[in-house]
């Protein structure tokens, strides 16, 4: 079975400094993964996603995403935090085709940031 | 695109009471996805549907909780009765299988906050 772990629960940075949020997953093949944010009150934003093909992935608001295969990780990072990134973001993995997930992805239980000024 | 749509936002109701919450998920997406989220447990998936058809309800706490989905552009999330520790936001969220994958972006609802009192 698949799993998502982020080891930090909360992170605080201050405004302009680089972040790096980790995300390990658990997949017996090469998965799908996303990377997701919700703001208070929101629902949750796809930020990026890998599938296939460069592992170095870049997505909405400047941030950008890493595969790593033989770290089974997926670290989010962005070079300079914004006030606004304040949120809660969320790893996910997703089975590979011929499977039958039908799509199903697990979840991480999510790291929130705190951005300070 | 109008993107996933829920209903009610917001549902304030007493114990023993039926809840019956919404969704349309997005135009031409074929599989939907019922989450809750607490501060306890995270991000949880209930029940997710492929055509309509249920796939793995095995998320869902117990028969007291429901879900159908009747046509592609409709499904509803039943709680009956409902209790206080059913408290949560309730998500749906859909998705298109790409050729090809069986896993592609799940585009989220902007939640369901309910409170059980």
């Known amino acids: 079975a698949q799993s998502v772990t982020q080891p930090d629960i909360h992170i605080t940075v201050s405004e302009g400094a680089s972040l790096e949020l980790r995300c390990n997953y658990s997949?017996?093949?090469?998965?799908?993964l996303f990377w997701y944010v919700q703001s208070p009150g929101q629902g949750l934003q796809l930020l990026l996603k890998y599938f296939s093909g460069d592992t170095l992935v870049q997505g909405i608001k400047g941030f950008e995403a890493e595969f790593k295969r033989s770290q089974s990780s997926f670290n989010l990072r962005k070079p300079s935090v914004h006030w606004s990134d304040a949120a809660e973001y969320f790893c996910a993995v997703g089975a590979r085709a011929g499977g039958t997930s039908y799509g199903k992805l697990t979840f991480g239980q999510g790291t929130i940031l705190t951005v300070h000024p | 695109d109008a993107g996933v749509i829920q209903s009610p936002r917001h549902e304030v109701t007493e114990m023993g009471q039926e809840v019956t919450l919404r969704c349309k998920p997005i135009?031409?997406?074929?599989?939907l996805f019922w989450y809750r989220q607490t501060m306890m447990r995270g991000l949880e998936l209930l029940i997710y549907f492929n055509n309509n058809v249920p796939i793995d309800d095995s998320g869902m706490p117990e028969d007291r909780f429901s879900a159908k989905m009747p046509n592609a552009s409709f499904s509803t999330l039943k709680i009956q009765p409902s209790e206080p520790r059913d408290s949560a936001v309730y998500f749906c969220?859909?998705?298109?299988?790409?050729?090809?994958?069986?896993?592609?972006?799940?585009?989220f609802g902007p939640g369901t906050r309910l409170t059980v009192l």
């Open positions: 969220a859909s998705s298109s299988k790409l050729q090809g994958l069986s896993t592609d972006t799940q585009y």
């Open positions: 997949y017996g093949a090469t998965p799908y």
């Open positions: 135009s031409g997406h074929n599989s």
